[in-house]
């Protein structure tokens, strides 16, 4: 067990609607990535917070937003939500010092109906 | 543009045999590259990064520059090296780590 912890497993919400996925970090990892996984995109990086700072941006789109904790965990919005956001979202988290090693959780699967 | 390419969406082999997973990036600056792996019902976790040279469970992957390339090598696949693997780029400088689409390796008996 890799220690980060996503919830909600699953989702399922109608298009329009917001929704907030929760990523709670291993312990003494101050960063944390979100990556978006459709069908054959691969990983798509959003966003990377560190201690609590957005350290680097990805094609995160203006509906989406995120932010880090002082207790560490990230939370992730998606708002005004349509058909085409339905997808895997992961967290990773990394100590953030250089040491390069992502540690993944199982991610979130969001389905927009 | 920055970019991760992994040209087999699938790619199968046979127990014993040689295997390669291809991987491109394009990235005019030093890059740092990683293969992951995923097993069936695990997580996404890291398989080896070029910085560090080294060798798990028997893969190798070698920088070549030259050709921007890093594909990753393996002389006899075993049935439990059947996984998804993601190549990812890191640009010099930045926290972002790109990935590919990822590359379904299934080694039959």
């Known amino acids: 067990d890799s220690g980060v912890t996503q919830t909600p497993k699953h989702l399922i919400t109608a298009t329009g609607q917001r929704v907030t996925l929760r990523c709670s970090p291993r312990?003494?990892?101050?960063?944390v990535y979100w990556y978006q996984q459709s069908l054959d995109q691969g990983l798509q990086f959003l966003i990377q917070?560190?201690?609590?700072?957005?350290?680097a941006k990805g094609n995160i789109l203006e509906r989406f937003s995120a932010q880090q904790f002082p207790d560490l965990h990230s939370e992730l919005n998606l708002s005004s939500l349509e058909l085409g956001d339905s997808a895997l979202y992961f967290c990773?988290?990394?100590?953030?010092?250089?040491?390069?090693?992502?540690?993944f959780g199982s991610g979130t699967q969001l389905s927009v109906l | 543009a920055q970019r991760v390419t992994q040209p087999e969406k699938l790619l199968s082999v046979f127990k014993g045999a040689p295997v390669e997973l291809k991987c491109n990036y394009s990235?005019?600056?030093?890059?740092?590259l990683f293969w992951y792996v995923q097993y069936s019902r695990q997580r996404l976790q890291l398989l080896l990064r070029?910085?560090s040279r080294e060798s798990i469970k028997g893969f190798t992957a070698d920088l070549n520059k030259g050709e921007t390339s890093f594909h990753l090598k393996k002389p006899f696949a075993q049935e439990e090296d059947s996984a998804m693997y993601y190549c990812a780029l890191r640009p010099s400088g930045t926290y972002k780590y790109i990935f590919g689409t990822g590359t379904r390796l299934k080694v039959l008996a």
């Open positions: 070029h910085i």
């Open positions: 990773a988290s990394s100590d953030g010092t250089g040491n390069e090693k992502l540690f």
């Open positions: 990235y005019s600056g030093s890059p740092e």
């Open positions: 917070y560190y201690n609590g700072e957005e350290r």
């Open positions: 312990s003494g990892d101050l960063s």
